[in-house]
Nanobody, 113 residues
Framework: QVQLVESGGGSVQAGSSLTLTCTAS????????MAWYRQAPGKEREFVAA?????????EYGDSVKGRFTISRDNTWMTAYLQMNSLTPDDTASYYC?????WGQGTQVTVSS
């Protein structure tokens, strides 16, 4: 059974940085597109970033995080990262990893002013 597990969330002050990690298990290494989404209380799930499987350097970002967040992955395509800089309270949300077939359970990021 495929599992995606996020880690690295926490509570930080505005202006801080965090790195989230998503680790896949239960599948063979391969060229999977991996993405991060987030959902704040009372809001719809929002696209954050994605990195393509076959073209590992091709990334895309949601408008609200462009220039502040960076998505990357390791060579096995089993782990994806989300480097988040210059965090603001608007970034407070549960962050979810997905390969568009499976979803992780999420990790909470809370940014205080």
């Amino acid at each position: 059974q495929v599992q995606l597990v996020e880690s690295g969330g926490g509570s930080v002050q505005a202006g801080s940085s965090l790195t989230l990690t998503c680790t896949a298990s239960g599948r063979t290494a391969g060229s999977y597109t991996m993405a991060w989404y987030r959902q704040a209380p009372g809001k719809e799930r929002e696209f954050v970033a994605a990195v393509q499987g076959r073209r590992r350097n091709v990334t895309e970002y949601g408008d609200s995080v462009k220039g502040r967040f960076t998505i990357s992955r390791d060579n096995t395509w089993m782990t994806a990262y989300l480097q988040m800089n210059s965090l603001t309270p608007d970034d407070t949300a549960s962050y979810y990893c997905s390969d568009y077939a499976y979803w992780g359970q999420g990790t909470q990021v809370t940014v205080s002013s």
